[in-house]
């Protein structure tokens, strides 16, 4: 029998980040992953480093993982290729504009300064490529993004160089609780900790239900598409108020496109399909803001499965009927900015019994909640 002091179901970005920061506090770390780490949706997201437009509950967690980016080295030993160039959500008219302003009035009565609403000129001085019929944006300046392989990469060789085990080709088929604390039981083998933390992404939901704690997780594959190479001409990421977009030009010169597209999927064989027609939206999208672009070419497209909650709000949670047990997954598109701080949170939550930031909104509980009052 394998024995650690914590078992981490799923070796993508929550999974690693948190057998980390496990592991620099002493403790003895397995990952079983069932497919290989960044299979799904650690490794094919768009990267973004986005603090503009969070739910607001997601905000201290988001404004204390962007500092973790800002010196990424310090934790991983190599930078990730992060980029802290700035992003704009752009509008396009007085209706655009309005809700922008609404969302700084917003968070500025919160207490929070780091989206500001800037006027027209100057979003033309921070991407004068854009169409001229703009009226203004929300900008983060220290926003950006990161190559999401490359940083998953790191975190599990920094995890793995503090003795982290990664146990490739495993599912977790049963959990079962004994004396000794928890065991999980794979194909092949038996492993016994006295946590375990439930990082599965898209297939967090079935070790909910070995649990009997249901969570309302449903399944997605956003899709991404990257162009070829052309002439430096952006430096933000660039997104917009009333528009599905993601868009960024990388450091060698390639366009990646995203914007919460979807492509088709069977969760069985984890095989999906890409749905040209919305590709051709975002690239439609892209050409109204960048009309310059309509002649640059797409190289390739791709998606990977995600794990998407209700309310778009993740689980970050000790279980409520299962002590040992903790969730860390339903990232809904937006986690991977999120994934440094969520190790230290998972860590805390094990060892210390609590966070050092408020995660009360994300608590697995309410779904529960939810259903009792619809009963």
């Not at 190559?147 to 003795?163: D, I, Q, T």
């Not at 040209?276 to 640059?296: D, G, H, N, Y």
């Not at 009360?360 to 309410?366: K, N, T, V, Y």
Request: include cysteine; glycine fraction near 8%.
């Amino acid at each position: 029998m394998n024995k650690a002091d914590v078992i981490i179901i799923g070796g993508g970005l929550m999974g690693s980040s948190s057998a980390l920061q496990l592991a620099l506090r002493g403790q003895r770390v397995i990952v079983l992953e069932k497919d290989h780490p960044g299979r799904h949706a650690s490794g094919v997201n768009a990267g973004g480093l986005r603090k503009l437009n969070r739910h607001p509950a997601e905000i201290p967690l988001s404004l204390a993982a962007s500092a973790i980016w800002a010196d990424i080295h310090s934790l991983l030993g190599q930078h990730c290729d992060v980029k802290l160039c700035g992003q704009l959500r752009v509008a396009e008219n007085s209706a655009d504009m309005q809700k922008l302003e609404q969302r700084a009035a917003l968070l500025e009565s919160m207490g929070y300064q780091h989206e500001q609403i800037i006027s027209r000129q100057r979003l033309y001085e921070l991407a004068p490529a854009l169409a001229p019929h703009c009226t203004g944006a929300l900008y983060c300046a220290d926003d950006g993004y990161a190559r999401p392989y490359h940083a998953l990469s790191a975190f599990r060789s920094r995890a793995e160089a503090l003795g982290v085990e990664y146990h490739i080709g495993e599912q977790a088929n049963a959990l079962q609780k004994n004396a000794a604390g928890w065991l999980v039981h794979s194909a092949r083998q038996t492993y016994q900790a006295d946590a375990v933390i439930n990082c599965g992404g898209a297939w967090a939901g079935q070790i909910c239900e070995m649990l009997d704690e249901p969570a309302p997780l449903q399944v997605a594959a956003p899709m991404m598409m990257v162009s070829e190479r052309v002439a430096p001409f952006l430096e933000p990421v660039i997104g917009a108020a009333s528009r599905k977009l993601s868009f960024k030009q990388m450091q060698n010169g390639t366009l990646v496109i995203g914007g919460a597209h979807l492509a088709h999927y069977n969760a069985c064989d984890q095989s999906t399909r890409m749905d040209f027609s919305k590709l051709a939206e975002s690239a439609r999208t892209v050409c109204a803001l960048f009309p310059q672009l309509r002649t640059v070419k797409i190289v390739r497209s791709w998606c990977g499965l995600e794990a998407f909650m209700p309310d778009q709000l993740p689980v970050i949670s000790a279980s409520h009927n299962s002590p040992g047990i903790f969730h860390a997954f339903g990232f809904s598109a937006h986690g991977f900015q999120l994934s440094p701080v969520i190790g230290q949170i998972m860590a805390q939550l094990v060892l210390d019994g609590h966070s050092r930031l408020p995660i009360e909104a994300f608590s697995i509980q309410r779904f529960s909640q939810t259903r009792q009052a619809t009963a």
